[in-house]
């Protein structure tokens, strides 16, 4: 059962005979809202590339794009994880070698 036809490409809301269901195309590229055997569905498209909500198959989903970098929430929860990780191992070594010199400090005070 198919609802609409997008550039000449059978857009169905559930697959039939194998066949795709999508919800819009962008630049003649198909555009669905889950994945189906193992392929992608996607929310929108910039620059030509993919941009989806969720990660499936360990592959990136992103929200938006700036300067054609893919700016994805779980990339930035790594990147602050590893921020605070040297944060916290840069001040704990800085605060070992204070509390070493605080006797020596003390002393000469």
């Given at each position: 059962?198919?609802?609409?036809?997008?550039?000449?490409?059978?857009?169905?809301?559930?697959?039939?005979?194998?066949?795709?269901?999508?919800?819009?195309?962008?630049s003649?590229?198909?555009?669905?809202?889950?994945?189906?055997?193992?392929?992608?569905?996607?929310?929108?498209?910039?620059?030509?590339?993919?941009?989806?909500?969720?990660?499936?198959?360990?592959?990136?989903?992103?929200?938006?794009?700036?300067?054609g970098?893919?700016?994805?929430?779980?990339?930035?929860?790594?990147?602050?994880?590893?921020?605070?990780?040297?944060?916290?191992?840069?001040?704990?070594?800085?605060?070992?070698?204070g509390?070493?010199?605080d006797?020596?400090?003390?002393?000469?005070?």
């Amino acid at each position: 059962m198919y609802l609409r036809i997008y550039s000449g490409l059978w857009c169905c809301q559930r697959i039939y005979s194998g066949l795709w269901c999508c919800q819009r195309i962008y630049s003649g590229l198909w555009c669905c809202q889950r994945i189906y055997s193992g392929l992608w569905c996607c929310q929108r498209i910039y620059s030509g590339l993919w941009c989806c909500q969720r990660i499936y198959s360990g592959l990136w989903c992103c929200l938006r794009i700036y300067s054609g970098l893919w700016c994805c929430q779980l990339a930035l929860f790594l990147f602050v994880w590893a921020l605070s990780l040297f944060l916290t191992s840069f001040f704990s070594v800085h605060s070992k070698r204070g509390s070493t010199l605080d006797p020596l400090f003390f002393h000469l005070w």
